[in-house]
DNA sequence: TTGTAGGCGTTATCAT
DNA sequence: ATGATAACGCCTACAA
C-alpha cells in the first residue's frame, strides 16, 4: 500500500510494469475499457487497485486539451448576493448538473470593473471549457469578454444588450418568465376585487426587473405612474418604495413587489403606517423564496423554479462542450422557464 | 477530425521563433524575467504581445505540480447555506484572499453521504492543491478524507472530533469565539436585570452550537434545564423552540437564540403570544446577519465578522502552500476570532 | 546571460 | 486486440 503522504504517485507507466502490459492498453483500461480482451483487462484493474493509481488531470488536460471544469461568475455589484437565496439556489442546481457530469465548478465572484481584466485573462487562458455567468446589468462586460476568449457561455438571465442590438442570435441564456409572472401576479389582485395596484420595481437597469415592470404595464398600460416605485431588491429598498408610494397615493389597495425581500420591507412599512395585510393592503412578491412563507402574514408569490433554471444552464453549456460528433452546431436558442402564482395570506 | 472548439493557442515555441530566442528564455521572461537582459526581455514581451500568448497551465501544472486551484468543500446537510447569508459572506472571504494569491476556487458542493467517495477521489486526484472545509458535524468523514488524501486543509469551524479524540494536534481551524460570544450575551441580559433567562440552541452535534450552549451555561451552571430549547438554526426552528419554552416556562423575561435567523423566529412567536419585546422579554441572537438590522425590532446579537474569518482561513491555506522555503514547518495553529455584542433594541 | 535537451503523464496514431 | 512511439506545452538543470 502506498504512503500518500509521499506525493510519489503511481503513473500508467508503474500500472503497465505491474500488469505485464503496455502503458496504452492501461490506458484504455482507465478510458472505459473498449477494444481490450477480459481477462487482461482484470489484471489491469487489479493492478490499479494494488497500486491506488489515480489518473494525472494536468497530462490528460494537456493531450485532450478538455479540463473538466467550466467557470461560474457572479458579479455582486452591491454584494446584494449575500441577502438573496437566488444566486445560492441556482448555484446548488448548477452544481448538481455539473457533478453529474463529472465536471467541476471554479467560481468565480467579481467585486467591481476592476476584476474584468483578471477575469478576462483566466477565462481566455485554458483554465475551463466554457462558462456561466450571471448578467446583471446592462452594461456587463462579461457577455463581450467570453465571447472574445471564444469560450461557450451560457447566461442566466437575459443579458441586457440583447434588447437592444440586432445581434440578439447566438447568445444562450435562461430566464424566467419574468413578464408572464407580473402579469399574473396583477391580474390575479385585480381579480381579487383591489383597483388601485402599486409596484416596487427592482433596479430598472436589471432586464429582470425591466421585464416584471413590464408585465406590470401589460396588464394596466394606462396606470398611474405614481403608483410605480423603484427599489433595489433589498428589504429596507422595498421599504423605502413602500413608504414613498403611500406617500404619494395613500388610497392604494394593493402592491406587487418584484421580490419577496422588497414585499418583507413593504410588510414592515404597511403596519407601521397602520395599514392592515391583506384587508387593508393586499401585497404579492416574486421568487417564492423561503422569506415568503415565513413572513408574517405569508406571502402570496410567483414561484419560479431557480435551481431548475441553474440546472438548465449547466445543461446547455454540457451539451456545447459535447464531443464534436453529437453536438449541436448553432449555440442553442434562449430557454424562458415558466413562473406559477402562489397563493398565501396576503393578498 | 479537427474540432472546431479548439482554437490553435500560440505556445512559447511560437512566440520563441518570433522573438528570434529560445523557449527558455521566453519561459524565463514569462515567469518574472530574472537573468534575462532587458533589451532582450522586451522583444520577447512584444512577441508575447503580438501573438497573444497565454502560458497553458495544464503543461506548466504538469511539470510543476501546482494547480493554483483550491478546493472548498461545503456540506449543506439541510440545504441551511440556502436560508443563511454565512457560508456566503465566508465564501467571499475566502474568494477575495484566494484571488489575491492568484489561486482558483473550486466549489464543491455535499448533498449527502453518498457524495463523499467522489469528492474524496477528486481531492486525491491532484486537481488542487489544498482545500478549505467547513466540518458542520461531529461524525464528519471529511477531516479524514483530506487526511488521507495528504492534501493541506484548514477548516472553518473546529471540527467536531477535535474535542473527543486525543489528537487534537495537527488540525488547523478558524473558528469564532463562540463560546465567549455567548458569555457576554447573556452577562449582557443579566446586566439588564432579566432573571429567567432562555436559550434556543442550534443542533448540538454542530461545534458551534454546543459551544454557544456552553457559553450559555458558564454563566449560568446551575440555570433551570427546563429554559434551554434545540433549534435547528432556521427561523421555523427557532419559532418552534420558542413555544415550547413559553409552554414550559411561561415566565422567562429573556431568551438568547444561537443564530439571528432563529431569533426571527422567535420574535414572530413572542408577538403571536402577546408578549412585548424587549419589554416583556429581551431577545439576543448571534451573527449579527442583515436580518438581525431588518428585524422589527432590531435584534441585539453577538458580531462575528464572518468574512474576515474567510479570508483567514485562505491565509492559512496559503501559507502551507507557499514554497519548501518559506513555509511553516508544523500546520499552523487554530485561529479562534474575537466576537463583539453589538446592542439595539431587542434587548 | 542565453541555449540545449530531457522529462512531466497522458492520449492517440500508427503498426503488428 | 495489443504495443511502440510521437506529440501535448512547459520548466529546468546543465552546458556553453
Redesign the interface.
Same mark, same amino acid.
Given at each position: 500500500m502506498p504512503d500518500? *503522504?509521499a @506525493?510519489d504517485?503511481p503513473t500508467l507507466e508503474a500500472v503497465a510494469a505491474r500488469a505485464g502490459v503496455s502503458r496504452a492498453t492501461v490506458s484504455r483500461v482507465v478510458n472505459g475499457g473498449d477494444g481490450v480482451r477480459a481477462p487482461l483487462a482484470e489484471k489491469v484493474r487489479t493492478a490499479i487497485r494494488d497500486l491506488g493509481y489515480?489518473?494525472?488531470? =494536468? =497530462?490528460r488536460?494537456?493531450v485532450t486539451?478538455r479540463?473538466g %471544469?467550466v467557470a461560474?461568475v457572479v458579479a &455582486?455589484p452591491e %454584494?446584494r448576493?449575500?441577502?438573496d437565496?437566488f444566486f445560492?439556489?441556482q448555484?446548488?442546481g448548477i452544481?448538481?448538473e455539473l457533478?453529474a457530469h463529472d465536471t467541476? *465548478?471554479? *467560481?468565480?465572484?467579481v &467585486?467591481g470593473r476592476e +476584476?474584468y481584466p483578471?477575469i478576462g485573462?483566466?477565462l %481566455?487562458?485554458?483554465?475551463v471549457d466554457g462558462a456561466l455567468a450571471f448578467s446583471l446589468h446592462a452594461d456587463d462586460p462579461l457577455p463581450g469578454i467570453t465571447r472574445a476568449a @471564444?469560450l461557450?457561455t451560457v447566461f442566466g438571465g437575459r443579458p441586457g444588450w440583447t434588447s437592444t442590438g440586432p445581434a440578439d442570435g447566438g447568445v444562450t441564456y435562461v430566464d424566467a418568465d419574468n413578464r408572464g409572472g407580473a402579469r399574473d401576479a396583477v391580474r390575479y389582485l385585480l381579480a381579487r376585487g383591489r383597483r388601485s395596484v402599486a409596484h416596487i420595481s427592482g433596479p430598472l437597469d436589471q432586464t429582470s426587473a425591466a421585464d416584471r415592470l413590464g408585465g406590470y404595464r401589460d396588464v394596466l398600460p394606462d396606470g398611474d405612474p405614481g403608483l410605480v416605485a423603484e427599489g433595489d431588491f433589498t428589504?429596507?429598498g422595498g421599504a423605502r418604495a413602500m413608504a414613498a408610494l403611500l406617500e404619494r397615493r395613500p388610497g392604494l389597495d394593493a402592491v406587487f413587489a418584484a421580490n419577496d425581500l422588497m414585499a418583507?420591507?413593504a410588510l414592515?412599512v404597511l403596519?407601521e403606517r397602520g395599514r392592515s395585510v391583506p384587508a387593508d393592503v393586499a401585497l404579492v412578491g416574486f421568487d417564492d423564496a &423561503?422569506v415568503a412563507r415565513?413572513a +408574517?402574514p405569508p406571502l402570496t408569490t410567483v414561484r419560479q423554479d431557480i435551481e431548475g433554471m441553474g440546472r438548465t444552464m449547466a445543461r446547455l453549456l454540457l451539451d456545447r *462542450?459535447a464531443p %464534436?460528433g453529437a453536438r449541436p452546431g448553432r449555440p442553442p436558442a434562449p430557454v424562458v422557464t415558466p413562473t406559477v402564482l402562489v397563493p398565501r395570506a396576503s393578498a
Open positions: 500518500p *503522504l @506525493g504517485r489515480v489518473p494525472n488531470p =494536468a =497530462a488536460t494537456l486539451r479540463t %471544469a461560474v &455582486e %454584494a448576493i449575500f441577502a437565496p445560492s439556489r448555484i446548488r452544481s448538481r457533478t467541476q *465548478l471554479v *467560481l468565480m465572484l &467585486e +476584476d483578471r485573462r483566466y %481566455a487562458g485554458g483554465h @471564444g461557450p428589504p429596507s418583507t420591507g414592515r403596519r &423561503e415565513t +408574517d *462542450l %464534436a
